[in-house]
């Protein structure tokens, strides 16, 4: 049973860190692709990061280029993202999903999803 699982969230404040963690079961991760989405109220979902695992490809998104960043530990299989100098902007609730095709911005690439983690960045 393919499973993802997120973790992490929480409610900081502003230029705070934060790291979520996406457990993956059920498949090999080194033959798809993860992605992390995230989604603020009222707002479309929006992919932030996505890595292949085997041979390693990263994607960032230009808006968040430069502070968040995305990898994995294998032997776990888990994917993380790192998101340090977080900003009220970057509220939202964060998913991970997987792709078997390619590492796409568009969420209808994506087959499989956790149930999500709420982040929050409040003064």
């Known amino acids: 049973q393919v499973q993802l699982v997120e973790s992490g969230g929480g409610l900081v404040q502003p230029g705070e860190s934060l790291t979520l963690s996406c457990a993956t079961s059920?498949?090999?991760?080194?033959?798809?692709?993860i992605g992390w989405f995230r989604q603020a109220p009222g707002k479309e979902r929006e992919g932030v990061a996505c890595?292949?695992?085997?041979?390693?490809?990263?994607f960032v998104r230009t808006s968040v280029q430069g502070r968040f960043s995305i990898s994995s530990d294998q032997r776990k299989n888990i994917v993380y993202l790192q998101m340090p100098g977080l900003k009220p902007q970057d509220t939202g609730v964060y998913f991970c999903?997987?792709?078997?095709?390619?590492?796409?911005?568009?969420?209808?690439?994506?087959?499989?999803w956790g149930q999500g983690t709420q982040v929050t960045i409040s003064s």
């Open positions: 890595m292949k695992i085997m041979p390693q490809d990263l």
């Open positions: 999903a997987r792709s078997a095709i390619a590492c796409s911005w568009s969420p209808d690439r994506y087959t499989d």
């Open positions: 059920g498949f090999t991760l080194e033959y798809y692709r």
